[in-house]
């Protein structure tokens, strides 16, 4: 079993905001997969591919695929995520969280196997409740060019792209949704290779 764990905060006022992109690549891996991702399972919306099947998904190895978008909000998101790893016995390592990066500029990707949270609040929680930093993650950068020093950085997470940014923050969408897949079928390390440029 493997999980893709995108982070975001529930609620119709979040679902264009920077915060949530993590749930748009959830999202986005749904639509290419063609399998609902509405079933309430560790207080998350999930989808569940099993192996071999879905309608345009990655071949992969013998592990089911769940996809998840916690309902908690971002800084309690650990709780989703330990409910996971405890009920179907799935590895940290096999848990790709998939988040926004206020330190990279928009349209950026990195992936990592491990690390520290960098002072996100989300990853801080799942590293916290899966009491290990050994948790690969794809982070996406939401962050402008010429960002005022010293801006209020919930408020500007919490806002909507403009209108400028959204054909960028759609392609990201996209490439991070290709990441994913490349996780499920190469692994952490060749996917690093091919999406962290």
């Known amino acids: 079993m493997r999980l893709i764990l995108g982070l975001g905060n529930p609620g119709e006022e979040y679902r264009d905001t920077r915060h949530n992109v993590g749930f748009r690549v959830v999202e986005e891996l749904a639509r290419r997969w063609q399998i609902p991702c509405d079933r309430l399972e560790c207080n998350s919306l999930v989808g569940r591919l099993a192996a071999g099947e879905g309608s345009g998904a990655p071949p992969a190895d013998s592990s089911d695929i769940l996809l998840a978008r916690p309902q908690t909000y971002m800084n309690r998101s650990g709780y989703a995520a330990r409910c996971f790893v405890e009920s179907h016995e799935i590895e ?12 990279l500029p928009l349209g950026k990707l990195r992936l990592r196997r491990a690390g520290s949270p960098a002072g996100h609040r989300g990853l801080e929680s799942v590293i916290e409740n899966l009491r290990t930093a050994e948790v690969p993650r794809l982070r996406l950068g939401v962050a402008q ?5 010293g801006e209020d950085l919930a408020g500007f997470v919490l806002a ?22 490349a996780w499920v079928r190469e692994g952490v390390d060749a996917a690093m290779g091919r999406f962290n440029g």
Not at 145 to 149: M, P
Request: hydrophobic letters at 45%.
């Open 92 to 103: 940290p390592s096999a848990v790709l969280v998939v988040y926004d990066e206020i330190n």
């Open 160 to 181: 909507p792209f403009a209108a400028d940014e959204r054909e960028t923050a759609e392609e990201m969408i996209r490439r991070a949704a290709d990441a994913c897949e």
């Open 145 to 149: 060019e010429e960002k005022v020093a």
